[in-house]
């Protein structure tokens, strides 16, 4: 199955287990233990291009980018075209909707996030809706989206789900353990479910 885990700069990176393809967001170069794709949207000038090519020679990953460099740093270019074209939708609010975007286009059948924890108490309360956006787009295409326990995304902020269920609610938990159990077994990850 083709999988890859989209490694975020968030304080759960530290659980990569690296024992899949790995892309990497922006800087996360710097404490990567390897990198098979690095992704930049944001302008050139948050970045070295001495250090981009020190990671370069490093890893031996590819860099994605939303444009050229200035200072002549080899990137592939980010397909924005086609990715438009084919999820009809504008929605990035950053660099890691762009990566489950680019992996959904890319036929990948499993995402793994690591480091994707958007804690809503920072800048990233502005980005969350992107990137759950883009994991319910990918189960909606049956890919399977695996998230750490300790991030915000995708989750409710109990943890739990919204509502009374009454006479329900130990099957429903019956029923969501069985998921989970379902999930853990698949990869040894936390369903963001």
């Not at 989209?6 to 393809?21: F, H, S, V």
């Not at 994707?116 to 989206?145: N, P």
């Not at 998230?147 to 029923?175: F, H, P, V």
Request: charged share 25%; with cysteine; proline share 2%.
């Amino acid at each position: 199955m083709k999988e890859v885990i989209i490694l975020g700069r968030g304080p759960t990176m530290i659980d990569c287990p690296y024992d899949a393809e790995v892309w990497a967001v922006n800087d996360g170069y710097l404490t990567s233990k390897r990198i098979d794709k690095l992704f930049l949207t944001d302008v050139w000038s948050e970045f070295s291009v001495d250090d981009l090519n020190d990671a370069k020679a490093k890893f031996g990953c590819e860099i994605i980018a939303s444009c050229p460099s200035l200072d002549g740093l080899a990137v592939t270019l980010y397909p924005i075209e086609e990715i438009l074209q084919k999820f009809k939708t504008r929605f990035f609010t950053n660099t890691i909707c762009y990566m489950i975007a680019y992996a959904l286009h890319k036929g990948y059948k499993r995402i793994r996030l690591y480091g994707v924890d958007m804690m809503t108490h920072t800048a990233y309360i502005h980005e969350k809706g992107g990137v759950e956006f883009w994991m319910g787009v990918a189960l909606g295409m049956g890919v399977e989206v695996f998230n750490t326990k300790g991030s915000a995304t995708g989750k409710t902020i109990t943890g739990k789900l919204y509502g009374e269920w009454g006479d329900r609610t130990e099957k429903i938990g019956e029923l969501l353990r069985g998921i989970q159990a379902e999930n853990h077994g698949n990869t040894g990850g936390k369903s963001w479910q």
